[in-house]
């Protein structure tokens, strides 16, 4: 049986942070923050407004039938509302489907990792239709006196609808992985003081840009090659490749090292900033509205996130 993504919406909050409103707050400009990582502008959530709203206004703006017989709701996410319940629970009784939800948590790698395991739990027989949502409010965890991470995050949400597609459609493969010596690199949202390691954690993001950049631009090629090869196919075969969107930087170096033109890889993110798990689903909105995306198109997905975590998968789209 082959399963497919069948329907796709991404929901941003109202309040936008320009680059120049950024250097009212931290020493920084918006040249820097351009040339350097791409993005021109990040959306911020009201205070009001919870990882939980931004999902439910993502999944609001399906088309209604897409919402029929849904009996799996998983949400990746970093910045939950709470430990417990999950935003999932949320979105599940806000709609009232008959369904059962979770949260996982791999950092901007979680919307792939999502996909990954609601294919194998349609794959299996266990669930017949699944939402599979990427929301974040970054906003909550970041340090707005820290100029190295206050500049690359935006809050947002997207959700995909998954459910069986017929044949060539559909997802081919999957590729993942997770190197945990690298969890000091990038975390946040900490209860602990420390990690196992010793290494000290924190309630609000802290990266070291460069290692992540170092692992972004290793991993990204590598997963996007296996997802292929395991596919059955060649790189020339991607009519599309979507990343993880932090860093024009990171996909131009993608691009580069995989031998692709440019214009296979899909820039959103001078829209809307690193949106972590949601990412990946407002890079395929950006792409259909604006006629990349057809019916048919092979997409390689690829994200990388803290952890640190990895995943791609090739699809063929099926509308
Ligand atoms: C974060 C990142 C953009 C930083 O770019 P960089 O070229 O590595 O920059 P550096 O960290 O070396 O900093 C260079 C200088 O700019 C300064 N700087 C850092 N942030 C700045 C900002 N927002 N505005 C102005 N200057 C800034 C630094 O203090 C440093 O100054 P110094 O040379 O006087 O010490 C880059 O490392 C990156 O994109 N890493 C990957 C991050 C990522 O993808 N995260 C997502 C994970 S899911």
Redo the contacts with the bound molecule.
């Keep these: 049986m082959t399963v497919g993504i069948t329907a796709l919406a991404t929901h941003l909050p109202e309040k936008r942070l320009t680059n120049d409103d ?1 250097a009212h707050l ?4 918006d040249e ?2 351009f040339s ?2 791409g993005i021109r502008q990040r959306f911020v959530a009201g205070e009001q407004e919870y990882t939980s709203t931004l999902a439910i206004q993502a999944v609001q703006k399906l088309p209604p039938e897409a919402l029929q017989g849904v009996d799996l709701i998983i949400v990746a996410t970093s910045t939950p509302d709470a430990f417990f319940p999950s935003v999932a629970a949320l979105v599940q009784d806000h709609f009232k489907l008959q369904a059962a939800a979770f949260d996982l948590s791999a ?3 979680g919307w792939a990792y999502a996909i990954n395991i609601a294919v194998s739990q349609i794959q299996s027989g266990m669930s017949k239709k699944a939402l599979v949502i990427g929301s974040e409010t970054m906003s909550k965890i970041t340090n707005w006196q820290d ?7 935006g809050d947002g949400a997207g959700v995909a609808v998954l459910e069986e597609v017929p044949e060539p459609y559909g997802f081919k493969s999957f590729a993942w992985g997770t190197d945990g010596s690298g969890a000091k690199h ?1 975390h946040a949202g900490a209860i602990a003081k420390n990690l196992p390691s010793g290494d000290p954690l924190s309630p609000h993001i802290v ?7 170092k ?2 631009t290793r991993v990204i090629p590598e997963a996007i090659q296996t997802a292929t090869q395991k596919a059955g196919l060649t790189l020339a075969n991607l009519d599309l490749i979507v990343t ?1 969107q ?2 024009a ?2 996909i131009e170096s993608a691009a580069q090292r995989l031998g692709l033109d440019l214009e296979k890889f899909v820039v959103s993110l001078h829209e809307h900033a ?1 949106n ?1 798990t949601a990412s990946m689903p407002m890079a395929l909105d950006h792409a259909l509205k604006n006629g990349r995306l057809k019916k048919g198109d092979l997409v390689a997905l690829a ?4 952890g640190l975590t990895w995943a791609s998968t090739v699809l063929r789209w099926a509308y």
Excluded: K, M, P, Y
């Excluded at 990266?207 to 950049?213: A, D, K, M, Y």
């Excluded at 994200?303 to 803290?306: I, K, P, R, V, Y």
């Design positions: 950024l931290v020493d920084t400009s820097w923050i350097r990582t950092a901007c790698a100029r190295t991470t206050a500049v690359l995050f990038l990266q070291n840009g460069r290692e992540v950049f692992f972004a993880h932090a860093n930087r990171i690193n972590s994200g990388f996130g803290g």
